[in-house]
């Protein structure tokens, strides 16, 4: 890490002492804050909840020997306020606060280099998409939340060269993070029965080992359609675990664990009379997964295949959809014979727009394997030139995971302050 | 002969008159063109004024443009709504929003507020896109009606009939169809003032043609000569 910044800062101070007169500083920001955010959940019991996320911007924009640009970003940074509830007695506070996106920019004809901070997003489909495995994500936000609240900004060097269609963009990865699954959390699964009576909770581990993550993608993009190729070699965001040697039935201990995985696949997008087709393939082979198996846990190295078709209609006077179905498999080899296990995802996403700024959104979310289904219905309306709020439900119900994780149901309420500044 | 002469000059007078009349429309359409904004590499300002029976609401966007092809939109109020990028490169148009972090494919024809499409600002540049054709003439506003009809399916819109004033070239008026040939809005243009050394309009009414009620108007400021890096039209770097 410190080896890092230390590239960070002297690329700073090499390009600094050129830095014209003609600066521009500028800073503006946005905070969301949930009140009252009523949360039933079958397992942990009713609750209030009170949420904030902040998100400032802080510009600092310089030409350099006249083409070139040094772009200084410091901003969302995120800052969580959650009261949480380990279980019906007992409440806990968590002040928690993440790098957003902090990163210094240098720009020069069709060169871009990124250090820093970064949120990277390769994903072409909406939602829960496989192919936005770059950053880590917290499982704690709900599955509608906007990805800049959803994914974890990673310290990363980004380096875009573009041209009038192709563009090339590497990226380095020196320091890997894992999903964050609180015990709390609803829908990651995290839960393990392996004895009868006793739930084991998962904490996410203390001190992770870092891994060297890189990887590319090449884009085309035309007047018709993009399409993009990408490969990536990284530490698996999603964790496995382990049952610790000296565990006894009493006192059991997961280990937390990380494998190097190598996703690589297509993504394309292409409108026809309006409507915007995407399309993603990826493939990811031996991902490693945890079975468990008779109160026995255990991991087991599978191929991974997904396929994801999104259709988005055109913003018509009032009224706007999308839709997305993904079918993803996992296929091992057992004696010879190749075992495939198939899961299918489908989201639907409805959207009314009434008194120029004023938003009814429903969306939905289907989990064809377990059943699950998870809803949004949310009303939003501009108050302010700078503030909006919003009214939201949510609802998620779905049986118990084939595998032993627990998945809870969940009603959700809240009353949204967004403000901009 | 001689006939057989005569009679093919009369056949190619008879099929040259509408080329005349096409190219001569097409030159009027650059003209007015001109006065409706900077024609090459420059920036502006449009504040959108959007009206929906008792509803009103406002935007401002920050609008740079490279060429006829190539722009980027930026919404900068209100407060709640900035970082909302448009970017168009030819016909194709990318939407980027902080939120989301990934530009999305959208058409020129879609919504950006209003009855205002985002090729109402982003693509104003009708010489290039549209075919131009002489309709008539009208005594009342002293202009020439002109037919426009889109080069390309994905530019904003089908056809345009289109007021250009004989007198100064400015435009005062357009209607624009659906490709059924259904009236979908009228635009009237109005508020020349002298930019860079042309005088050119400043302000546009947008009015809904189905429901009388709604309307939009724009108010285009600051409007300047600039030269931009390519590195500010990638749709890799919406973000910045």
Redesign the interface.
């Known amino acids: 890490m410190k080896r890092f910044f230390g590239w960070a800062f002297t690329f700073a101070l090499i390009l600094s002492p050129k830095v014209e007169a003609k600066s521009r500083f500028s800073f503006?920001g946005?905070s969301y804050h949930r009140f009252f955010q009523y949360t039933d959940n079958d397992d942990l019991g009713p609750g209030f909840d009170n949420w904030l996320f902040a998100q400032q911007k802080a510009e600092f924009n310089s030409s350099f020997a006249g083409?070139a640009?040094i772009?200084a970003f410091a901003g969302n940074s995120k800052a969580d306020l959650i009261q949480a509830q380990d279980n019906v007695e007992q409440r806990k506070e968590i002040s928690e606060v993440w790098p957003g996106d902090i990163y210094l920019?240098a720009?020069t004809?069709?060169a871009?280099l990124r250090l820093g901070y970064q949120?990277i997003?390769w994903?072409e489909g909406i939602g829960l998409s496989y192919t936005n495995f770059i950053n880590a994500r917290d499982y704690r936000a709900s599955l509608f939340d906007?990805?800049?609240?959803v994914y974890r900004s990673a310290p990363a060097a980004n380096l875009?060269l573009?041209g009038e269609h192709l563009?090339l963009?590497v990226v380095y990865m020196p320091f890997a993070q894992h999903d964050l699954a609180p015990p709390f959390s609803r829908w990651a699964r995290v839960d393990f029965t392996l004895v009868p009576g006793q739930t084991v909770q998962v904490e996410n581990p203390e001190n992770f080992e870092s891994s060297q993550d890189a990887g590319g993608r090449l884009?085309w993009?035309?007047?018709?359609f993009?399409i993009s190729a990408f490969y990536f070699s990284l530490a698996d965001r999603k964790l496995t675990y382990t049952v610790a040697p000296t565990s006894t039935i009493t006192d059991i201990e997961l280990i937390g664990d990380q494998k190097k995985i190598s996703p690589r696949g297509l993504t394309t997008?292409?409108?026809v009379f309006?409507f915007?087709f995407r399309l993603e393939y990826m493939e990811v082979p031996q991902r490693r997964w945890n079975r468990l198996d008779a109160g026995t846990l255990s991991t087991v190295d599978l191929d991974e295949k997904a396929l994801t078709l999104g259709l988005?209609s055109?913003?018509w006077?009032k009224f706007s959809f999308s839709l997305q179905a993904s079918v993803s498999s996992l296929a091992e080899d057992v004696e010879g014979l190749e075992r495939e296990q198939v899961e299918n995802l489908s989201f639907a996403s409805l959207n009314y727009t009434f008194?120029?700024?004023t938003v009814l959104q429903a969306m939905a979310l289907y989990h064809e394997s377990d059943r699950s289904l998870f809803q949004r219905y949310s009303f939003s309306w501009?108050v302010t030139?700078?503030?909006?709020m919003a009214l939201a439900y949510e609802a998620s119900a779905g049986p118990e995971n084939s595998q032993g994780a627990v998945w809870k149901d969940l009603n959700r309420g809240f009353l949204q302050l967004?403000?901009?500044? | 002969m001689i006939r057989l002469a005569s009679i093919a000059i009369i056949f190619i007078l008879a099929f040259q008159q509408p080329l005349f009349a096409d190219s001569a429309a097409q030159e009027l359409v650059k003209k007015a063109d001109l006065r409706r904004g900077l024609q090459n590499s420059f920036s502006m300002k449009v504040k959108a004024l959007v009206q929906d029976g008792a509803d009103r609401s406002e935007a401002i966007y920050s609008v740079k443009v490279r060429d006829a092809d190539t722009s980027l939109v930026e919404q900068i109020s209100p407060a709640r709504a900035q970082g909302r990028k448009l970017l168009m490169k030819g016909l194709a148009m990318w939407l980027f929003t902080p939120q989301v972090k990934k530009p999305v494919r959208i058409s020129l024809a879609q919504k950006l507020t209003g009855d205002v499409a985002n090729g109402d600002i982003s693509r104003t540049n009708y010489a290039h896109d549209y075919e131009a054709k002489l309709s008539g003439e009208d005594a009342a506003s002293q202009a020439t009606i002109l037919d426009l009809t889109a080069n390309d399916k994905r530019v904003t819109y089908a056809k345009i009939k289109y007021w250009i004033s004989k007198q100064n070239f400015r435009p005062l008026k357009a209607e624009f169809y659906a490709l059924s040939g259904k009236l979908m809005k009228t635009a009237t243009f109005s508020d020349f003032k002298k930019i860079e050394g042309t005088e050119r309009m400043s302000k546009v009414i947008i009015q809904d043609a189905v429901v009388p009620s709604k309307k939009s108007i724009l108010l285009y400021s600051e409007q300047k000569s600039q030269s931009f890096p390519d590195s500010l039209f990638n749709k890799e770097q919406m973000d910045r």
């Open positions: 503006s946005k083409r640009q772009y920019q720009a004809g069709p871009l949120q997003s994903q906007p990805p800049d609240q875009i573009s563009s963009q884009t993009a035309g007047e018709g993009d997008s292409f409108s309006d915007l988005d055109p913003a006077d008194r120029t700024d501009p030139k700078t503030v909006e967004n403000h901009a500044f």
